[in-house]
């Protein structure tokens, strides 16, 4: 049923707070005008004027007025023909009731006196002690209109204002609705359901009983709107009504369990399915049943149904695929009738039909295309549809589909390796021109498919002989990562980089090599980790190779980062690597100092020492990351606890250093630089009176008189 004004939701305020919204007044009208008092009489001159204008001013002033002496005019603007006017007269019955004293023993005395001037003086209001309430006084008087007029915007403003006294109003509302005829009952239920007062559900829900179809429309119409407010007896009601001999009641009452989010029993909700005026909200019940029958009924009813039909069926699917029933719409996809199949793959791809089924559409019932298509795609790759692997390559061109599309490549994982190998060939290719605007897409793919192939790695038996299309696959796919690293994007070749590290053999250790020397820092610090992860999968190949990288200085860094990956050094590496780690370039030097505090543990100590104070930022964070590790590796125990203590010293001058970054980078390593008591040792070795705040402790500085000190500790 439709309402005058629309219901914009319970409104908090002092003292009606279970009462009807009240909207938010224009500001076309200043305060100081709604402020303003004005005598009563030039307010009823006002609003019998012919311009609409001065008539909707004289009503902005009778929120100021005295409630008895405004209420004639107040009928008289709620009823003006200008609908502006009738609104500023329900903003006017707003203030009035906001501003008088409440009922007896429903506030305390100290409470009851008004905001400064909502009366023109303390003595006029004691003269009102005896008198009801504003919303009381409105009320009645609104009554007797809706008895008395057939004047509809009367009418209509009567029932908003109703609404807003809340439970006010309800006893009397109540007494109407036993009392009145006709249409008038049917907007009293309407005020009723307004008022957000729990006690008129009694009176509503007994309206349900009669035969006038439109009131007991209205009363459930009422009766839902209060699902907030009284959620069990609400929820009660409404799925009773879901028997009711009204098609009407019956839609309602279900719009009403899908709002609270209430699921409804399968058996009472398929036959509700069939009905094609019901079937919308049905289908958004079927999402929030817990029945295993719903997957089922709803993939049947994908192959034929239109339109927002479609829509509906594929948000309820993809709803309960997100929920404990995945698994048995997973099992109904793939039993449904291939038509299923095609038209979710032709709804994701947002293509014409194939052959003779009608392609399904968006534009229904105001469907959200992207993440209907979206929802579409993750169904097709449940239902492992012909061409799922296909719309999915296709949606990584989409940036608002690249997520949803990585989801469906990750269900369909090996059945979707043909379509990526196959956009991969025609995409990964030295030509710049070619990569304009299919970079991320084909990164992503490369991630995918390395991802699919890294799970196909984790589910095979090594003792159980593999057929040979996976291995032609796998190869395949290792070629155009292979490819991909020289490519002219960057994103494609860090992606590919990353992916060598988890599928790629010995013979890519030079590969990787030659691109830790790459012009892009991001490509050659991807290198970095695709030779870390070849030597963490093949360590006897690694460390024959460090010891040819060892001989050249331009391959020095990656010798490093082998040696690193590896944990552990011979005496020969690790004087490399102290060699390195202060006379080599930036990076090298960086990686040099980290391997040398993984491989040499303790004794990496004077090194650390030396690299804390390099010119170069990088280096010394290595160093200060590194230092927190091997802190925190460290026993106080034993001969490693004097080397614990040295650590500690370091890491106290790292602390005392003002170097933010600093301080951060080894407490990333490890340094427990907010509980562990020794640091006031260490910081009482300091000279510096200068107290700063890092983490929870105080760091010391010398020769700063406030503020973060820029040098390093002498």
């Known amino acids: 049923m439709s309402r005058a004004f629309d219901d914009l939701g319970p409104y908090s305020g002092p003292r009606v707070s279970d009462a009807g919204a009240w909207p938010t007044e224009p500001e076309s009208i200043s305060p100081s005008v709604r402020s303003t008092p004005m005598p009563i009489s030039a307010i009823a001159t006002a609003l019998a004027a012919d311009d609409a204008e001065e008539r909707r001013?004289?009503?902005?002033?009778?929120?100021?007025?005295?409630?008895?002496?405004?209420?004639?005019?107040?009928?008289?603007?709620?009823?003006?023909?200008?609908?502006?006017?009738?609104?500023?007269?329900?903003?006017?019955?707003?203030?009035?009731?906001?501003?008088?004293?409440?009922?007896?023993?429903?506030?305390?005395?100290?409470?009851?006196?008004?905001?400064?001037?909502?009366?023109?003086?303390?003595?006029?209001?004691?003269?009102?002690?005896?008198?009801?309430?504003?919303?009381?006084?409105?009320?009645?008087?609104?009554?007797?209109?809706?008895?008395?007029?057939?004047?509809?915007?009367?009418?209509?403003?009567a029932i908003e204002v109703l609404?807003?006294?809340?439970?006010?109003?309800?006893?009397?509302?109540?007494?109407?609705?036993?009392?009145?005829?006709?249409?008038?009952?049917?907007?009293?239920?309407?005020?009723?359901?307004?008022?957000?007062?729990?006690?008129?559900?009694?009176?509503?829900?007994?309206?349900?009983?009669?035969?006038?179809?439109?009131l007991r429309q209205s009363a459930i119409e009422a009766i839902s709107g209060m699902g907030l407010i009284a959620r069990e007896r609400v929820t009660d009601i409404l799925y009773e009504r879901l028997a009711d001999r009204d098609r009407f009641v019956r839609l309602t009452a279900l719009n009403g369990l899908n709002a609270l989010e209430a699921p409804v029993p399968w058996r009472v909700l398929s036959p509700l399915i069939g009905d094609p005026i019901l079937r919308s909200a049905a289908l958004v019940a079927a999402a929030l049943a817990e029945s295993p029958e719903a997957p089922r009924a709803l993939c049947g009813a994908l192959a034929t149904a239109r339109g927002?039909?479609?829509?509906?069926?594929?948000?309820?699917?993809?709803?309960?695929?997100?929920?404990?029933?995945?698994?048995?719409?997973?099992t109904a996809l793939r039993a449904a009738p291939i038509e299923v199949g095609t038209r979710l793959v032709q709804a994701a791809a947002a293509q014409g039909p194939g052959g003779g089924v009608e392609p399904p559409s968006w534009r229904g019932l105001g469907a959200d295309p992207v993440s209907g298509r979206a929802q579409a795609l993750v169904l097709a790759a449940m239902a492992r549809?012909?061409?799922?692997?296909?719309?999915?390559?296709?949606?990584m061109i989409e940036p608002a589909l690249v997520e949803t599309a990585q989801r469906a490549l990750g269900l369909l994982g090996?059945?979707?390796?043909?379509?990526?190998l196959s956009y991969?060939?025609?995409?990964?290719?030295?030509?710049?021109?070619?990569?304009?605007?299919?970079?991320?897409?084909?990164?992503?793919?490369?991630?995918?498919?390395?991802?699919?192939?890294?799970?196909?790695?984790?589910?095979?038996?090594?003792?159980?002989?593999?057929?040979?299309?996976?291995?032609?696959?796998?190869?395949?796919?290792?070629?155009a990562v292979r490819r991909s690293v020289k490519s002219p994007s960057t994103l494609v070749a860090t992606s590919a980089l990353y992916g060598l590290a988890k599928i790629g053999t010995a013979d890519d250790f030079e590969l990787a090599v030659s691109q830790t020397r790459a012009i892009s820092l991001p490509v050659a610090r991807a290198a970095e980790c695709a030779l870390a992860g070849l030597t963490e999968r093949y360590p006897e190949a690694a460390r024959a190779l460090a010891r040819q990288l060892m001989q050249a200085e331009r391959t020095h860094l990656a010798a490093a980062i082998v040696i690193e990956a590896l944990g552990s050094a011979e005496p020969e590496e690790l004087a490399f690597l102290r060699s390195v780690a202060s006379a080599g370039d930036v990076r090298a030097r960086r990686a040099a100092v980290t391997a040398v505090a993984a491989a040499a543990g303790?004794?990496?100590?004077?090194?650390?020492?030396?690299?804390?104070?390099?010119?170069?930022?990088?280096?010394?964070?290595?160093?200060?990351?590194?230092?927190?590790?091997?802190?925190?590796?460290?026993?106080?125990?034993?001969?490693?606890?004097?080397?614990?203590?040295?650590?500690?010293?370091?890491?106290?001058?790292?602390?005392?250093?003002g170097e933010p970054e600093l301080v951060a980078a080894a407490a990333q390593g490890g340094a427990p630089f907010r509980s562990d008591p020794p640091w006031a040792e260490a910081g009482d070795r300091l000279s510096a009176p200068v107290s700063i705040e890092i983490g929870e402790g105080a760091v010391s500085t010398p020769g700063m008189s406030g503020g973060p000190p820029s040098g390093k500790v002498p």
């Open 308 to 330: 927002g039909a479609f829509a509906q069926l594929v948000r309820a699917l993809a709803r309960l695929a997100d929920g404990p029933l995945a698994s048995h719409v997973v």
């Open 602 to 657: 303790a004794s990496a100590l004077d090194v650390l020492s030396l690299s804390l104070a390099d010119e170069e930022r990088e280096v010394r964070l290595a160093a200060a990351r590194a230092l927190g590790r091997l802190y925190a590796s460290l026993s106080d125990a034993g001969p490693a606890g004097d080397e614990r203590a040295r650590a500690r010293e370091l890491l106290g001058l790292v602390r005392a250093s």
């Open 414 to 420: 090996e059945d979707a390796m043909p379509a990526v």
């Open 57 to 157: 001013q004289a009503a902005a002033r009778l929120g100021r007025a005295d409630v008895v002496e405004a209420l004639p005019l107040l009928l008289r603007a709620l009823g003006d023909p200008d609908w502006r006017v009738r609104k500023e007269a329900t903003y006017a019955c707003h203030r009035l009731i906001q501003a008088s004293p409440p009922a007896e023993g429903e506030r305390p005395a100290a409470a009851q006196r008004g905001a400064e001037g909502d009366r023109p003086a303390a003595a006029e209001r004691g003269a009102e002690g005896d008198r009801p309430p504003a919303s009381q006084l409105l009320v009645g008087a609104l009554l007797d209109a809706l008895r008395t007029s057939d004047d509809v915007g009367l009418r209509n403003a």
């Open 424 to 479: 991969l060939e025609r995409h990964v290719d030295p030509d710049p021109d070619l990569w304009e605007g299919l970079d991320d897409a084909t990164a992503a793919l490369i991630d995918g498919a390395v991802a699919i192939a890294e799970q196909r790695g984790r589910e095979v038996d090594p003792a159980r002989p593999r057929d040979d299309a996976p291995d032609a696959s796998l190869g395949e796919l290792l070629g």
């Open 163 to 214: 609404g807003y006294c809340g439970s006010d109003a309800t006893p009397a509302l109540v007494g109407a609705l036993a009392e009145l005829a006709g249409d008038e009952r049917k907007l009293v239920v309407d005020a009723l359901g307004r008022t957000r007062d729990p006690a008129a559900l009694d009176a509503l829900y007994a309206t349900l009983a009669e035969k006038d179809d439109n």
């Open 385 to 395: 549809a012909p061409g799922a692997a296909d719309a999915a390559v296709q949606a």
